[in-house]
Every structure is written in C-alpha cells, then in structure tokens.
C-alpha cells in the first residue's frame, strides 16, 4: 500500500505562484507512474500533469506553459510548480500514482490517491 500526502496549497492572487508537493511512502516510488489532477466544485476531476518513471512528461492544454511538474526519487516526492496562476485554477489538486511507470492522462488507471490540498486564486 502506498500513502500520498499532498501539501503547499493555499490562497494565492492571481499571477502568483505556488509549488505544490506529493510525498509517497513505499521503496518502489522510482518506478511509479505520477499524475496531477484538480478539481473544483461541480466538475469532474480533471488531468494536469504526469510524469513517467523515466522523466517523460505531459500536461493538460489548459496548463501548459504555466505549469511545471517533477520528481526527486531520493525523496520520494513529486513537485508542480505553478506559475501565471489565474482564478480557474482554482481547484482541490490530487496527487495519484501508479504501479505501472508509463504516462496516463485518465483518472482511470492510478492505484493510489492522496487526500487533496487546496488552491485558490483570487482575483
């Protein structure tokens, strides 16, 4: 079983910057597959980032170029670093992991969720 903590959400002001980051138990973190996803109130869980166990990495179109996701295996940590924030990026961001390391934009697939942390931006 694999425990993912989430942490440096917050209220920001738009054009702001925040780094959000996912901590993972377990010793095969290496060869997981990782993923960001979002959601805000009354929509579906939406995909913003994911990185591969081999550093190959895809964003969500509405994030691209703002957004910067990226991992530390020697500290069993995944980053996204945010920048340019805007007000619709205003979300519950949830960090997800799966066993197999290969890039997966679908909620549908990762084996584990974190509880989620909050981002606002305010206008």
């Known amino acids: 079983q694999v425990q993912l903590v989430e942490s440096g959400g917050g209220l920001v002001q738009a054009g702001g910057s925040l780094r959000l980051s996912c901590a993972a138990s377990?010793?095969?973190?290496?060869?997981?597959?990782m993923g960001w996803f979002r959601q805000a109130p009354g929509k579906e869980r939406e995909f913003v980032a994911t990185i591969t166990w081999r550093n190959n990495i895809y964003y969500g179109d509405s994030v691209k170029g703002r957004f910067t996701i990226s991992r530390d295996n020697a500290k069993n940590t995944v980053y996204l670093q945010m920048n340019s924030l805007k007000p619709e990026d205003t979300a519950v961001y949830f960090c997800?992991?799966?066993?197999?390391?290969?890039?997966?934009?679908?909620?549908?697939?990762?084996?584990?969720w974190g509880q989620g942390t909050q981002v606002t931006v305010s206008s």
């Open positions: 377990g010793r095969t973190f290496s060869t997981y597959g």
């Open positions: 997800a992991a799966r066993r197999v390391g290969t890039a997966l934009t679908t909620r549908d697939g990762y084996d584990y």
